[in-house]
């Protein structure tokens, strides 16, 4: 399925939404330019989504330029860079027309990688004779500092919010559906000015069925935290190691969460097995660094659970994917929320056989599988066991099935002595019955003799004793020292 966002991208400057001061500051570029005057590259500076590229696209096509585009995916290497911006630079393309060269997320270079940083970029920049447009994210990245002093920066702000839903009800009309009003406005806000979300958004609305205000209101908020459905589109479509590693930076959900987005959301990218499976062996070394981190607190590993999970799987790809995508939450969630019922049921009874076994509920679960079997089996010992264990019915069904239960059920009921109706005649004495008293242990017997008795005749036993200890300590001979030995 063609992404909407590149089947709409507009072609001229009129076409592309706000930005009226950017468009006018690169109108007075490129025609200066074409005058014959010497300017410095434009970097556009400004959040994912607000019209970086197709505003340099734009202008290259209101003023009959060829681009020549290096993206993050491609393999901006010195040789291609001075390739690509030096030697053309003179030239005309085969069209004849002029070109302008555009090098996109240029905050995803690496300040010191000689083979394609930044250092490397000015130089060719300088020799440049083409006009250069670069985008950039996040100008402020230090690796960019000197790189700020070489270019001509226009911070590229937001797309206002108002500016939004003419775009959308454009699309919406060339694709030939109706929508609400209220969604197109609620789609807008959730975007938080970017513009590529909100079309997406639209897409995925779109493509799920009819649009309905319930599905919209369900749209993730990208204004306050940057949300999980971003960071997946930037870890599924991007080849750079750094825009993937700051893809999940702002996302409120935690790591183990993202993991299982990832794990989720990766087949329904990648296409190819090799980059399926170079992928998910990116994820599961990611997982094992992870589970250090928990069982062993070393949370100096978490870095590197992180960046494998992200950067990982995002270069595990040959080549970016193009088209539309919906990316989802892992079903692992909704099955466990559409389970919770059973999976409590099946606490309950683990935690009754644990306490009466005296074992933990893991080791419960043994027992579980035992009695399942003895239930299909033999009704009486069930029903002995369902006693024990003090089990409901609706715990017995959990166990097995309705038939089953019944049975154990009545063997229980069975069992049961029954409570006579009739009650006793009063003139009938009832039957004495004699108790039975347990013979008492010998310990607590109390003594044959008076207590006073026994008490002067133990005294006197224990001091016949000492008067005897006394003796044998008085009779040298029977001392024995280490004397005695020798
Ligand atoms: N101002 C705009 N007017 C009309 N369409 C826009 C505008 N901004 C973005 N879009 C739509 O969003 C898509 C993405 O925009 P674009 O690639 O220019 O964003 P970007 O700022 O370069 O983002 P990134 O920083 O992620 O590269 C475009 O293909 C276009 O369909």
Do not use: C
């Amino acid at each position: 399925m063609e992404e909407w966002v590149e089947k709409y991208r507009p072609k001229s400057l009129n076409d592309v939404a706000g930005h009226n001061k950017t468009k006018q500051a690169l109108i007075e570029w490129i025609e200066s330019i074409i005058g014959g005057q010497n300017q410095k590259p434009i970097l556009l500076a400004g959040p994912p989504g607000s019209g970086k590229t197709t505003l340099a696209y734009a202008i290259a096509n209101d003023y009959a330029f060829d681009v020549i585009e290096l993206n993050a995916s491609d393999k901006r290497n010195k040789d291609v860079i001075s390739q690509v911006v030096g030697t053309a630079a003179t030239s005309k393309s085969l069209t004849g027309r002029r070109t302008l060269i555009v090098l996109d997320e240029v905050d995803g270079l690496s300040g010191n990688d000689d083979r394609g940083g930044v250092a490397e970029i000015i130089k060719v920049l300088k020799t440049a004779e083409n006009p250069v447009i670069l985008t950039a994210n996040d100008v402020y990245k230090p690796a960019l500092m000197t790189l700020r002093n070489s270019v001509n920066l226009i911070n590229v702000g937001s797309v206002h919010t108002n500016s939004i839903p003419p775009v959308l009800r454009r699309i919406a009309l060339k694709e030939g559906f109706e929508i609400d009003e209220k969604i197109i406005k609620m789609i807008a806000s959730h975007s938080g000015g970017d513009l590529r979300a909100a079309i997406n958004d639209l897409q995925s609305l779109a493509t799920g069925g009819s649009i309905e205000i319930e599905d919209a209101k369900e749209l993730p908020d990208r204004d306050s935290e940057k949300s999980i459905f971003d960071a997946m589109r930037i870890i599924m479509k991007t080849t750079h190691y750094d825009i993937a590693t700051s893809a999940t930076r702002d996302v409120k959900e935690d790591i183990g969460t993202i993991e299982e987005w990832i794990s989720e959301n990766l087949p329904k990218e990648y296409l190819k097995y090799k980059d399926l499976a170079e992928g998910y062996d990116y994820l599961s070394k990611s997982d094992v660094f992870l589970g250090r981190v928990y069982r062993r607190q070393y949370f100096g590993l978490w870095r590197y659970a992180s960046a494998l999970m992200t950067a990982g799987t995002a270069l595990a790809k040959e080549e970016k994917y193009r088209g539309f995508t919906r990316y989802g939450p892992p079903a692992i969630f909704t099955k466990l929320s559409r389970t919770k019922g059973s999976r409590q049921k099946m606490k309950d009874i683990l935690k009754k056989i644990a306490l009466k076994t005296h074992t933990s509920t893991k080791r419960a679960r043994n027992t579980v599988d035992y009695l399942t079997v003895i239930f299909e089996s033999n009704a009486e010992v069930s029903a002995e066991l369902v006693e024990y264990y003090e089990l409901t019915k609706d715990e017995i069904e959990f166990l097995t099935n309705k038939t089953i239960t019944k049975k154990i059920l009545s063997v229980i009921a069975g069992k049961k002595p029954k409570v006579k109706k009739e009650t006793p005649k009063k003139t009938e004495k009832p039957k004495e019955v004699m108790p039975i008293i347990p013979k008492r242990p010998r310990i607590s017997e109390p003594p044959k003799e008076p207590l006073k008795e026994v008490i002067e005749e133990t005294l006197e036993k224990s001091v016949e004793k000492a008067d005897t200890k006394e003796e044998k300590k008085k009779d040298p001979k029977k001392q024995a020292t280490l004397d005695s030995f020798f």
